[in-house]
């Protein structure tokens, strides 16, 4: 299948981080963008572009752009501008480089919350708006942002209207001793990434996308991704509670999941372990004493243990 042998070519670059790659397939066959949040040097930049170049187009492998963000980044940098023509006598439009199949958007926290604005539209509707003028980008498009923590110096916390686009955030985390012994032996991220060929088609993509949105949820699992919704907007713990368009998200990584594991329908186990990565970057904690992603887990913990015990399990 060329989901597996997308899986394991990614694994092959990015080792000893399976559930974090399932994580961020589901991600991508839900047919969201994603967020890493980590430290420098963690393979964020690597699994952007190892992800382009194992994913054919037309011709050879997605079209593949970063974007490095840093504070005198402008917002026509990252959509593109309208350029006077002299010969012409009139306006051009030049395509930023969101214009790709795979944008990384790396270091997005150290740009201005005005640039990171600047992509709201793009990742919502597909779409760039300059001039007056509305300029769809490809069908399969994906928006892989990376950021430092917002304790490193010179960064920018991303505005909730801005993390709420990202169906998840992930965090790729150190490696064990075992898979870094691995890294220092292979490099993977300068020798194996070059040498990485596609093993799946943009169509087959978005074809797995189309048959992992018809996946089963049955209605009682629906109503405990809205019973999620709702303890996180009663919960004194969070400054927010969760947006219908993150109750959306949850329910598409919950097919998208399920699909990636062989079901055509959506389990409990899936929600348990989609709650935090959907959900708790959309929720700020109420106090530095609270942490989002603990909060969501456990509220996510007891909406299964109700839903488990009105089915008699």
């Not at 539209?121 to 980008?137: A, D, F, I, R, S």
């Amino acid at each position: 299948m060329s989901l597996e042998t997308l899986r394991s070519q990614l694994a092959a670059v990015i080792r000893g981080k399976d559930e974090v790659l399932e994580l961020f397939l589901t991600g991508v066959l839900a047919g969201g963008h994603v967020l890493l949040d980590d430290l420098p040097g963690t393979g964020k930049t690597s699994l952007a572009r190892a992800m382009a170049q194992l994913v054919a187009a037309d011709s050879g492998a997605l079209v593949f752009r970063r974007i490095q963000f840093t504070p005198d980044l402008l917002p026509y940098d990252v959509t593109g501008v309208d350029v006077f023509d002299p010969a012409r006598q009139r306006f051009s439009f030049a395509p930023g480089p969101v214009f790709a199949h795979v944008l990384l958007a790396d270091e997005i926290n150290r740009a201005t919350p005005k640039v990171q604005s600047a992509l709201l539209e793009v990742m919502n509707e597909g779409q760039v708006t300059v001039g007056g003028t509305t300029y769809p980008l490809d069908t399969f498009f994906l928006v892989i942002a990376t950021e430092n923590p917002v304790t490193m110096e010179g960064t920018y916390p991303l505005p909730l209207a801005q993390l709420d686009r990202f169906l998840m955030r992930l965090s790729l985390g150190y490696p064990d001793a075992d898979a870094e012994l691995s890294i220092l032996r292979d490099d993977p991220g300068r020798r194996g990434i070059p040498r990485l060929t596609p093993v799946i088609t943009r169509e087959e993509l978005l074809t797995a996308r189309a048959e992992a949105a018809g996946v089963y949820c049955r209605p009682d699992l629906t109503r405990a991704v809205v019973s999620l919704a709702d303890a996180t907007r009663r919960d004194r713990r969070l400054r927010y509670g969760v947006s219908p368009r993150g109750s959306l998200h949850l329910q598409d990584a919950l097919r998208a999941l399920a699909y990636l594991r062989g079901r055509d329908f959506a389990t409990d186990d899936d929600f348990l372990d989609l709650a935090a990565p959907v959900l708790a970057h959309r929720v700020p904690p109420a106090g530095s004493e609270y942490d989002s992603a603990d909060v969501v887990t456990e509220h996510a913990r007891r909406v299964v243990a109700e839903l488990r015990e009105a089915d008699g399990v």
